[in-house]
């Protein structure tokens, strides 16, 4: 060959890479929540999975006019944006409004992302921020539940998914309240196998931990997840509820109970576990987890709502950046000299 | 005698990048034939340039010493082959920097007799005059750094050594030198071990092997002299095991004191086919004109390990190795450190282990997009130092320089690109790092 005509590349080392790459992470953890959201479709019937289609189309549509308008590529390539829509999706109610879940999922990604820079520098969980605002603006709908397996749920819609936009849904609808809502207004506890496997009311997705579980355990297995936030929540959950449960039965719920209801599944496995918003250091994500799992239980035995996990990780999430300065990894040297003999 | 070896060890943190390493490793080292030409830079090592000892016309002998050291950090060079002295001039280095370097025709029927010189004995040596004599072999670093070895064996006053650490890790992918020097030359590394024993005053000898290589580990631990206290130990194949602080941490558990150096913790590590070099040259009073280089990557058919000599242009090997018409890609060394070559007008030098060719076909495949730091923590997870490299990339897009070298320690990256490797984002981290420190020791030195 004639090696003097042959130019070539110059590039720094390594000159080779692991293959893994964000757009993969991202695809995957699409691909985990997609059971979830199927389950969601089999409880709920069509209402679950109109809101779940809305909430994706909003968020992805956002991102990518929001890019066009700003001149630059569009980003929905990564996928980020799929998980927000999803995630954020399966937190809702399956009889809320669709223009309202549209409004949601545009103000998830504008506000909870692209404001602060896009995918890397968002500081909360995108999803989360759209699930806040939803609450805050419109109360009543996002906490008006309806009953799972209902005989008619795949050709009848509750009457207020349809309602047209800035006007006030009706809920004629037979509508339930939630194991936690039961638990703390009229301390009923529901059973934990329903729990578990999702045969009771709730959010879209929040209801079967056992799918949830697994998507977990598919993307720790892949590592691209850290399981060690799951982890901490779940264990500082149990130790404080058995404790609380331990000293007043009749009033504090058990651990298992405290686990599997309302949405502590899917927030801890798949929302704090958002890899921008969550500190980095293997300390770092313990005291993060714990404080989670302390503000889920404190909100929901004394607080004004059933739910805390979404502010408990959205309080969580603010306080990262700063879990992160003060569990700096001790760097290789600075210790001191070890001596051994 | 058959040996059981327990694979323990390790140090935490790390990456395990494909080895690559089954084409070459079986393959005995070759002889390669003799340039028609051959380069040989006065700069082939850390520290001072050698003086040049030859004017241009000049007849020298293969093994004759024709630069000397200038200076304690600095080492002599030798004539790869029996030849005469074409120019002393200027050529290009890997990265196209000219340096100053003598230019050698060697003789083409000239039976290539080595001239003997004035032998060492280890036992009766001083400590001084091994280290001399080192440091006029022409010794450095072979395992790539081309630290001259004889600085880091003159122990500082009020310092001690109490292990010798023989480093045949290996840990980057693709090379497979120091696997076919252990295979190879076992008795010139005891040989060689007792002359570093002598000088630094160890009291005991390990060599330290990854998992991967336990052919080597099996024979060399068969093969250790009757009294000497030597030992081999087994890592698990981890990157960048074969660091210095790495392999200190894995083997004995101490850490080198950021800024220090391995004899602050009583060690000094020495590559093994450094060791090797030692304990075939001193004995003869030669010094170094070849070194074993593996030849490897998907862009040449004739893979292997070969003698090369020193001062071979790479030109002149890449032909010899069958190189492919799409390479596109050569770099030397291995992938996770290795220095990409712009052009191939430049010798191969003492600290070169690797030649690896890449075609079009590894490069092209996929062009890495570049995302944002999505803050995985791979990188925090991968750094053999305990550094924060998401927080440094960060910090080195904005330019806040100064910040990363007083709050991230910046100067404890020894670039080893495990950060780089394992980054989903592909943000070229490490080059974003010898960028920063390139530009604060300019501002240190301007200051
Ligand atoms: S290149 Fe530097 S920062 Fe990156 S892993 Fe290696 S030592 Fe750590
Ligand atoms: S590996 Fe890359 S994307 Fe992940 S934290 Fe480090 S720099 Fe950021």
Redesign the pocket.
């Known amino acids: 060959m004639n090696l003097t005509q042959k130019t070539l590349e110059i590039r720094t080392s390594p000159h080779i890479l692991s293959g893994m790459s964000?757009d993969t992470i991202m695809r995957n953890v699409v691909y985990a929540l997609l059971p979830v959201a199927a389950f969601a479709v089999y409880a709920f019937g069509l209402a679950a999975a109109l809101v779940i289609s809305v909430s994706t189309i909003s968020t992805v549509l956002t991102e990518h006019v929001l890019c066009r308008l700003t001149k630059k590529e569009s980003t929905i390539g990564d996928w980020s944006a799929a998980i927000t829509g999803l995630l954020y999706g399966l937190t809702l109610p399956p009889g809320l409004p669709l223009w309202m879940v549209f409004c949601g999922g545009v103000i998830a990604i504008a506000l909870g992302k692209f404001m602060f820079g896009g995918l890397?520098y968002n500081p909360f969980n995108p999803a989360l921020v759209g699930r806040a605002v939803m609450q805050a603006a419109f109360p009543v709908a996002i906490t008006t539940w309806h009953p799972a397996f209902t005989t008619d749920r795949f050709y009848n819609l509750p009457d207020s998914t349809l309602t047209l936009p800035f006007m006030a849904p009706v809920f004629k609808a037979v509508t339930t309240a939630t194991p936690l809502a039961q638990m703390k207004f009229d301390h009923k506890i529901a059973d934990s196998y329903d729990l578990a496997m999702g045969f009771v009311s709730g959010s879209t997705g929040e209801t079967c931990a056992v799918l949830i579980l697994l998507g977990g355990a598919y993307l720790a297995w892949r590592k691209m997840m850290n399981w060690r936030i799951p982890a901490a929540i779940f264990l500082t959950v149990i130790v404080l509820s058995e404790f609380f449960h331990y000293l007043k039965p009749e009033i504090y719920p058990d651990s298992l109970f405290m686990l599997l209801s309302g949405g502590l599944m899917l927030g801890a496995v798949f929302m704090a576990t958002d890899?921008v918003a969550s500190p980095?250091t293997s300390r770092g994500v313990m005291i993060y987890g714990a404080l989670i799992g302390i503000l889920v239980v404190v909100i929901r035995l004394w607080g004004g709502l059933p739910e805390g996990v979404m502010y408990a990780i959205l309080i969580a999430n603010a306080a990262s950046p700063h879990i992160d300065r003060l569990v700096q990894p001790r760097v290789y040297g600075t210790g001191g000299v070890k001596r051994k003999t | 005698m058959e040996t059981t070896i327990t694979v323990k060890k390790t140090f935490p943190h790390g990456v395990h990048p494909p080895e690559a390493k089954e084409e070459t490793h079986h393959l005995k080292i070759r002889r390669f034939p003799f340039a028609p030409v051959m380069i040989l830079p006065l700069s082939q090592h850390t520290g001072k340039p050698s003086k040049a000892m030859v004017r241009e016309g000049q007849e020298v002998a293969r093994g004759q010493k024709i630069a000397e050291a200038d200076g304690f950090v600095s080492v002599a060079l030798h004539a790869p082959a029996s030849g005469i002295i074409k120019r002393i001039a200027l050529a290009p280095n890997p990265v196209g920097r000219m340096t100053p370097s003598i230019y050698l025709q060697p003789f083409p029927a000239s039976s290539q007799e080595v001239l003997e010189g004035t032998p060492i004995d280890p036992d009766t040596a001083s400590p001084d005059e091994i280290v001399k004599a080192i440091q006029d072999a022409g010794i450095v670093g072979l395992g790539g750094a081309a630290f001259p070895t004889h600085v880091k064996l003159k122990i500082p006053e009020g310092k001690f050594v109490d292990t010798l650490i023989i480093n045949g890790v290996e840990c980057e992918p693709y090379l497979t030198t120091d696997h076919r020097v252990m295979l190879e030359q076992k008795d010139d590394i005891f040989m060689g071990i007792r002359y570093l024993m002598k000088v630094t005053g160890a009291q005991r000898t390990i060599i330290g092997i990854e998992a991967n290589k336990l052919d080597a580990a099996q024979e060399l631990s068969a093969a250790i002299p009757a009294g000497m206290p030597v030992s081999v130990e087994v890592f698990k194949v981890k990157y960048p095991q074969g660091a210095e602080k790495m392999l200190i941490k894995a083997l004995l558990d101490r850490e080198v004191p950021s800024g220090g150096l391995p004899v602050d913790v009583h060690t000094v590590v020495v590559n093994v086919a450094t060791a090797a070099e030692i304990g075939r040259l001193l004995p003869h009073g030669r010094g170094i004109m070849e070194r074993v280089i593996t030849i490897t990557g998907p862009g040449v058919a004739k893979k292997g390990n070969y003698w090369i000599p020193i001062g071979t242009p790479v030109r002149y090997v890449l032909e010899q190795a069958g190189a492919k018409d799409n390479i596109s890609l050569v770099f030397l060394g291995g992938p996770m450190m290795g220095q990409a070559v712009s052009n191939l007008d430049f010798p191969f030098t003492k600290g070169t282990s690797g030649l690896v060719v890449f075609t079009e076909a590894e490069t092209n495949s996929k062009p890495q997009k570049i995302?944002p730091?999505?803050?995985?923590?791979?990188?925090?997870d991968a750094c053999p130092m305990f550094l924060n490299?998401?927080q440094m990339?960060i910090l080195a897009k904005k330019e806040r320089y100064e910040e990363m070298a007083e709050q991230y320690n910046l100067f404890d990256c020894f670039e080893c690109g495990a950060?780089s490797y394992?980054?989903?984002?592909h943000?070229p981290?490490v080059q974003y790092f010898r960028v920063a420190k390139g530009i604060l020791r300019e501002k240190k030195a301007a200051s």
Do not use: D, E, K
């Not at chain 2, 730091?373 to 925090?380: K, L, Q, R, S, T």
């Not at chain 2, 394992?422 to 984002?425: L, R």
């Open positions: 964000t890397g890899m980095m | 995302y730091c999505i803050h995985c923590a791979y990188c925090v490299p998401s990339g950060c394992v980054c989903p984002s943000i981290l």
